[in-house]
């Protein structure tokens, strides 16, 4: 019992010593971190049957968008096809079907685009 009542004691001494004080601690200020701007997300569907289509293989076509948006093609055909700009300004690589891939638009423009593997598969991104 003895020893019980020390640790009890003891205890009490521990909690009297760290909470002696009666103002509170002055809280350090946190630097308020500077928003990174979000861009916006777009989907572009290669949709079943695309390599047998021209204006309506991708869905939606045409796509407008602000700048600073991402657009992912998402393959749902049962073939390989790419996206490439008419200007060079983006490709996609090859995308497997179930697969996608994305390119961000940082500039203004309209962006004409095709299938390399089916060249009739043509769409528009409007970037603004």
Same mark, same amino acid.
């Given at each position: 019992?003895?020893?019980?009542?020390?640790?009890?004691?003891?205890?009490?001494?521990?909690?009297?010593?760290?909470?002696?004080?009666?103002?509170? !601690?002055? !809280?350090?200020?946190?630097?308020?971190?500077?928003?990174?701007?979000?861009?916006?997300?777009?989907?572009?569907?290669?949709?079943?049957?695309?390599? +047998?289509?021209?204006?309506?293989?991708?869905? !939606? +076509?045409?796509?407008?968008? !602000?700048?600073?948006?991402?657009?992912?093609?998402?393959?749902?055909?049962?073939?390989?096809?790419?996206?490439?700009?008419? +200007?060079?300004? @983006? +490709?996609?690589?090859?995308?497997?079907?179930?697969?996608?891939?994305?390119?961000? @638009?940082?500039?203004?423009?309209? @962006?004409?685009?095709?299938?390399?593997?089916?060249?009739?598969?043509?769409?528009?991104?409007?970037?603004?």
């Amino acid at each position: 019992m003895s020893i019980r009542f020390g640790a009890i004691i003891l205890f009490g001494l521990f909690l009297t010593g760290c909470s002696g004080s009666d103002t509170a !601690p002055t !809280p350090t200020p946190t630097p308020t971190p500077t928003p990174t701007p979000s861009g916006s997300t777009a989907s572009v569907s290669m949709v079943n049957g695309a390599f +047998n289509l021209s204006t309506t293989a991708f869905s !939606p +076509n045409p796509l407008s968008v !602000p700048v600073g948006t991402t657009v992912t093609w998402m393959n749902n055909d049962i073939t390989t096809h790419d996206s490439r700009a008419d +200007n060079g300004s @983006f +490709n996609t690589g090859l995308i497997s079907p179930g697969s996608s891939a994305s390119v961000t @638009f940082s500039t203004a423009g309209s @962006f004409v685009y095709h299938c390399t593997i089916h060249p009739g598969m043509v769409g528009t991104v409007t970037v603004q």
